[in-house]
């Protein structure tokens, strides 16, 4: 499994650079889980196309920093 977050070291990761990772592990792995820790980002939508498009990717998504639940978006067939 791959973890893909837009939080980086040095900041926030622009959109391409995340789709590009994301790409680049789905050519090498099944699994990918992605992770918006916060709301200083929120390509969510953008990535669930990507999801739906694909049968190998799965999205993760904590819904807020006060609420302990988490999103699944499970695309596989």
Request: proline share 3%; net charge negative.
């Amino acid at each position: 499994m791959a973890a893909v977050t837009p939080h980086g070291e040095k900041g926030n990761l622009g959109y391409e650079e995340v789709e590009k990772l994301i790409k680049d592990y789905m050519t090498q792995v099944r699994n990918i889980m992605y992770v918006e820790k916060d709301a200083s980002v929120n390509y969510l939508e953008k990535i669930l196309n990507i999801a739906k498009e694909s049968n190998y990717l799965c999205v993760f998504r904590n819904k807020a920093p006060n609420d302990s639940n988490i999103e699944v978006y499970n695309m596989t067939s």
